[in-house]
Structure formats: C-alpha cells, structure tokens
C-alpha cells in the first residue's frame, strides 16, 4: 500500500488558500491514491422525499471503497437524509422515500430483490448520541455476531475482543466486560457503539455526527480511530466540525439549501464534491467557499 501523499495538487493549494478566514487543517490521505480503490456507492440524481416534501434532490456522486468521505453543510440541507438513504434507514420512517438511484457494488440498493436486512448488516451505521443497550459491555458487542448465528463462547469472546480492539477499548474495559456499558464515559459509550457495529463486520460504517457530544480528547481518539478503520472499512461522517472533516476526510461533500420552485420551500442539494484539501482551499463554487470561511450558513 503506497504511502505518499495522495493528491498531487495539494501542496501548492495549501500555500495559497484562497478565502478561508479560519485554517483548516488538511491532512492528505496516507493509505491509497484518491480515486485508486473502486467505486463502491455510485449515485444518480438521488431526492429523498417526506410525505410530498422533497427534502433533497440531485444527488450525483461516486463514493470510493476505503476511503473517508465526509458530509459538510448547514443546518437541514439534508445531511443526514442522504446518510440514512444508504443504508435504507428511511424503509422505517413512514412516508419517506427515496428516488433516483442508489447503487452498491452496482447493484440497485432500491432494488426489488435486495433485503433491507443484508444491505444493513454490510452498511453499519453509529449515531450522534451513543446508543449503548442497557445490558453489559460484552453483550453489546456480541449483540449483532449472536443474531447473526454466532454461538460458541470460544468465537464470541474471540469477536468481541477484535471489536473492541478495533475500536482502541479493550485496555480500557478487558477488566469489566460484564458490567453495564451505561456506566462508561461519553467518549467510552461512543467507541463501544464503533465496536458493537465493527463485530459483524460490515463494509461500510456510517457515522452521523459522531463526536458533537464528546470532549476534544475523546473526539481525538475516535479521529484516530477512523484513520485506522479506514483500511478495514469505508466510512462515510457526516460532521459540523469543518477542521475534523479537513482531519480525517479523504472527499468532502457540501450540501445547501436552496428554495424549490415545485414546492416554495427550501430543499437540500449537493453543491460540490471533491477532494478535501480542494473543498477546503479552492473550492469551485461561491457558495462552498463562503460557508467554509464561515460567512454562510
Ligand atoms: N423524519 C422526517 N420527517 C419529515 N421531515 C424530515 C424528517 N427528517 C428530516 N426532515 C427534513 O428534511 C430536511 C433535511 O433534514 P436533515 O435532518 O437531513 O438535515 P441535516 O443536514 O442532517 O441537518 P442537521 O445538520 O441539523 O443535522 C429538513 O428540512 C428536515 O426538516
Ligand atoms: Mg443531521
């Protein structure tokens, strides 16, 4: 795997950044070449609906496989909706719906034959607000490995160290496995939420904000995290914090709102989509560079 710095243009762009008032830190992607690994979500003119209210629309973008990609924008511009729609999340938000296409591995994730179940269990998804279930710190690891047929105590306590292993927990909690995960600390709780959804082994990892509620040093280690996950797993983050998406990002995606003439109200849509160190240096569009310099949005 190389390890040279991925985009050939960076440097120059980061000795003249263009109109950022606020520096964004951007580290290059140490793993692969941007763009080497395939294209693992290929998306068509995505809109997300509820009810009759288009809340996203002309979604186009190819997500690569190991890569991080991370979702930036305002308040509402669909963030979060679109995050939902790849692992079909909105099947159980009633009236909601999703057009246009959505393709993984090239197959139609909408598809009549595909099992919202499956899709799921490869596309693992960790919340804003930790979401530990009330039950011990082993149980909730060895939640989704138990129902996906693993019985052994022998391949349980195997999977349950590598998860939490994986997710830089296990020295903290080897001693305490048994005891409730309700007890663990914010940063504790969102690392065990990392582990619960690594142990079955997805291929994906959706992350929604998942360091608003944690202290910098947490949220440090759960951006470590994601640069060790990132050979394992492809992980899309949606996040406010501009400076963790230049930290961790490979891809940046600014989302905005803007006023649907159909309906008279303001609908979310992709306005760019590129490297993170040219979304935070150069960006194409005005409405990118003004929300990254913080005069928008
Ligand atoms: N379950 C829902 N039912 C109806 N409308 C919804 C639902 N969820 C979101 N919306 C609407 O869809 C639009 C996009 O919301 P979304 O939550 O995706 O935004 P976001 O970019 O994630 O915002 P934030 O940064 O505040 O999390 C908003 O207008 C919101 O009110
Ligand atoms: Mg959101």
């Known amino acids: 795997m190389s390890t040279e710095n991925a985009i050939p243009d960076a440097p120059e762009a980061q000795k003249a950044p263009r109109a950022p008032q606020k520096r964004i830190e951007v580290v290059p992607p140490k793993a692969t070449k941007l763009g080497e690994t395939e294209v693992l ?7 997300v609906y509820y009810g009759s209210f288009r809340a996203v629309r002309g979604v186009t973008m190819q997500i690569h496989k190991n ?21 079909r999340m909105h099947d159980v938000i009633p009236g909601a719906r999703v057009g246009g296409k ?8 909408y598809g009549e034959n595909v099992s919202a179940t499956e899709v799921r269990r490869r596309i693992g998804m960790v919340f804003q607000k930790p979401n530990p279930f009330p039950k011990s710190i082993y149980d909730n690891v060895a939640f989704g490995p138990r129902v996906n047929g693993a019985k052994s105590k022998a391949d349980l306590d195997n999977i349950v160290e590598k ?10 909690v080897k001693d305490r496995l048994k005891s409730s995960a309700l007890g663990m600390s914010g940063g504790q709780q969102q690392r065990l939420c990392i582990a619960r959804t690594i142990a079955v082994e ?8 998942p360091c608003s ?22 992980i899309i983050i949606v996040t406010h914090n501009m400076q963790q998406a230049g930290r961790v990002s490979d891809r940046t995606a600014f989302f905005t709102t803007e006023l649907d003439s159909k309906s008279d109200r303001r609908t979310g849509t992709l306005v760019e989509y590129d490297a993170t160190s040219k979304i ?7 409405r990118t560079e003004q929300y990254i310099s913080g005069r928008f949005g």
């Open 41 to 47: 979500f290929d998306l068509d003119k995505v809109e």
């Open 213 to 234: 509620a944690l202290d910098p040093i947490a949220t440090a280690r759960i951006e470590d995290l994601m640069h060790e996950l990132k050979s394992r797993f492809t």
């Open 280 to 286: 935070f240096t150069n960006p194409s569009d005005e």
């Open 102 to 109: 959505m393709r993984y591995h090239g197959i139609d994730l």
């Open 163 to 172: 998860s939490l292993r994986g997710a830089a927990l296990w020295d903290e």
């Open 202 to 209: 997805p291929e994906v990892v959706l992350m929604d904000e």
């Open 67 to 87: 890569e991080i990609t991370a979702f930036i924008g305002p308040s509402g511009c669909g963030k979060t909706t679109v995050l939902r729609g790849f692992n």
